[in-house]
């Protein structure tokens, strides 16, 4: 117990929890709330138009937020990743895996039921695979899932023969259409698991052995936590992710398609680093991430509202996450740096 009067106390009462350690991820979270305030001033400036008119501006952030809604999905799952330590790069491609899958005329014949439940278990059961590589199979994560990447899309073009599978069930396309109370159906799924994945990891075992195991796997392992099984679930657990993703990408181009979730590793690992993951693991929230995403999302809108080219919206990203990535290491050094008595 530190002493009231001690130096060390009066340190800890003057630093307070905002400037400490517990108060990073909300420091973090209200910038990122700040950026997309910027982003609005920066709309209301280039297209005063759609950004200063009340109905246009509505209808621009229900499009920007249906367009978050599946990398938003990929990026939750992500975010477990990376918290554990992990990476995984085969996101993009189980997103196009399963949507091939689900897809098929003899999937399709079975209704919308089992097709969403065809693209859940394909992506359930290709995380499963990347866990049991990564888990027993002692493959750096980097490793295993660049090669189930590979594997993946070869598979979803194998079984579409490079074609572009059209949906003909009228009540699966009618998922990116519903718009309950106004509101897509798309983003409620993207809120609804944002939530779930809230609660996952802020208010369960689960949540806490991840933030444990990407801390400190060997401590973590003395604590009786079972490395290899967790490592198993997380990983099974973003591959859900992106069965999930899958459903709404295939919904919203009423078609499934070996070009599905193209460079969405990238986008997920980009939006979960600007929401304060760190790639080394043991930190990072799902509101972060969330707000990551919504940050990157409206870039790419300012850029198409501008009718800029997409040339501009790549260099504009690569910058965006070297830039992330040099400020939580600035970030990371300074918690860790010890505070001077007396300070």
């Not at 709330?33 to 229900?62: C, K, M, Q």
């Not at 999937?107 to 693209?119: D, E, F, W």
């Amino acid at each position: 117990m530190i002493d009231v009067a001690s130096p060390a106390a009066a340190s800890a009462k003057d630093t307070g929890w905002w400037r400490g350690d517990g108060g990073e991820p909300v420091r973090r979270n209200l910038g990122l709330v700040g950026v997309l305030v910027l982003l609005y001033l920066v709309g209301a400036l280039a297209r005063p138009d759609i950004f200063l008119h009340g109905g246009r501006l509505w209808s621009n952030e229900l499009t920007v937020l249906t367009q978050a809604s599946s990398i938003g999905v990929i990026t939750i799952g992500m975010t477990f990743v990376m918290i554990s330590g992990g990476i995984d790069l085969s996101v993009g491609a189980l997103l196009a895996l399963a949507s091939v899958w689900s897809t098929t005329v003899a999937t399709q014949s079975y209704g919308p039921g089992v097709m969403i439940l065809a693209a859940l278990v394909v992506g359930a059961v290709s995380g499963l695979v990347n866990g049991i590589l990564i888990s027993y199979g002692r493959m750096v994560p980097f490793i295993a899932t660049l090669a189930t990447m590979v594997a993946a899309r070869g598979l979803a073009q194998k079984i579409s023969g490079k074609l572009t599978q059209i949906v003909k069930v009228a009540s699966f396309n009618r998922i990116a259409e519903w718009r309950p109370l106004g509101i897509p159906l798309l983003v409620i799924i993207f809120v609804v698991v944002a939530v779930l994945a809230w609660v996952l990891l802020n208010r369960t075992t689960f949540g806490r052995r991840t933030v444990a195991i990407g801390g400190n796997a060997e401590a973590a392992r003395l604590a009786g936590i079972n490395i290899r099984r967790h490592t198993l679930l997380v990983y099974t657990l973003s591959g859900l992710c992106c069965g999930v993703a899958a459903v709404m990408v295939t919904a919203q181009a009423t078609a499934g398609s070996s070009d599905h979730g193209n460079l969405y590793e990238l986008n997920a690992i980009a939006a979960a680093i600007i929401g304060g993951t760190a790639l080394t693991g043991g930190r990072g929230t799902i509101v972060g991430s969330v707000l990551g995403v919504l940050v990157f999302t409206q870039i790419y809108n300012l850029f198409i509202v501008k009718n800029l080219q997409t040339e501009y919206q790549q260099i504009a990203q690569g910058v965006i996450i070297v830039a992330a990535v040099i400020i939580q290491q600035f970030r990371v050094a300074a918690l860790r740096r010890p505070v001077p008595p007396g300070a």
